[in-house]
């Protein structure tokens, strides 16, 4: 596998053409046709469906898209890095999020770092968790929210907690719920409570999820909404299709939301997952906004 594989592939996945990915690398066609075909062989799977008239990206195909991009990515940093000596790299700073939900908890620092460091230069790239957990151990990712059942013992590079947090439920201001004024909600309460909008449980604290799975089977089926994501679930509990349960980590609550703590969850820590060795001064400063009250 080399760069000119995964340019090629890149530029045809972008563009959808053959032809418009040979014009924008400077190359012919039928090259641009054999660097695809290569990596597929060397990848044994097809990247892309093609016809006489167009050209679509495979399962397969988008899942490794974004691996080829952060190739790509760290390829062009690593030549940067030693071709400019190492002093330019202390200004980036690369976060993984799973969505815009946890990059509510980074927003913060990130904007402190900004108005501290004006050369800041800010990457923030979106993931599933395993797949960010394996860029922080590669040291593609700098640091990345991470909420882990253990304390943070177990993964990649360091866990730096920030505090514990309670599963809650969360709704919009009109559902019968937000009537309660914070008192803690019992599951009994949260089955018969209407419409549940889950999250994927691989997508979700671990404490989120435990709480899910021993709400769901007593629910009527009819009452059971499949969100995906945090933040898609947070948007359909504000649009009153149902309440959701979530970490309530202060920096990530959203305002147009009632938070009700759930009885019996007891607080789980929450924080960063930072990359071993040692971190640029853009990284260690970043944690240290973070950690601070104020943020």
């Not at 927003?107 to 501290?116: D, Q, Y």
């Amino acid at each position: 596998m080399n760069s000119m594989q995964l340019s090629c592939f890149v530029e045809v996945a972008s563009t959808l053409s053959f032809s418009k990915a040979a014009d924008h690398l400077h190359v012919s066609q039928p090259t641009v046709s054999h660097q695809v075909r290569s990596l597929e062989s060397e990848l044994g799977c097809a990247l892309l469906v093609r016809s006489t008239r167009t050209v679509r990206l495979t399962d397969d195909g988008f899942a490794f898209l974004s691996y080829a991009q952060e190739m790509l990515d760290l390829e062009r940093r690593a030549k940067r890095q030693f071709r400019e000596g190492s002093e330019g790299e202390a200004h980036w700073l690369r976060l993984g999020v799973q969505d815009g939900y946890e990059a509510r908890m980074v927003a913060a620092g990130l904007r402190a770092l900004g108005e501290e460091d004006p050369d800041l230069r800010p990457v923030l790239r979106q993931a599933p968790a395993s797949a960010l957990r394996n860029m922080v151990e590669a040291g593609i990712v700098d640091a990345m929210p991470d909420f882990p059942e253990d304390g943070g013992a177990a993964g990649p590079g360091r866990f730096v907690e920030l505090g514990r947090a309670r599963v809650c439920c969360a709704c919009a201001p009109g559902h019968p719920l937000a009537a309660r004024g914070g008192d803690p909600v019992g599951l009994e309460e949260l089955v018969n409570a209407g419409p549940v909008v889950l999250a994927n449980p691989h997508r979700c604290a671990p404490a989120v999820a435990a709480v899910q799975q021993a709400m769901v089977p007593a629910k009527a089926h009819e009452d059971v909404v499949m969100g995906a994501g945090s933040e898609v679930v947070l948007a359909l509990a504000e649009a009153g299709v149902g309440f959701a349960l979530v970490l309530d980590v202060p920096a990530m609550r959203l305002p147009g939301l009632v938070y009700l703590p759930v009885a019996g969850s007891e607080p789980t820590p929450y924080g960063l997952r930072v990359a071993s060795g040692r971190a640029s001064a853009a990284v260690a400063r970043f944690v240290e906004l973070v950690r601070e009250p104020s943020s």
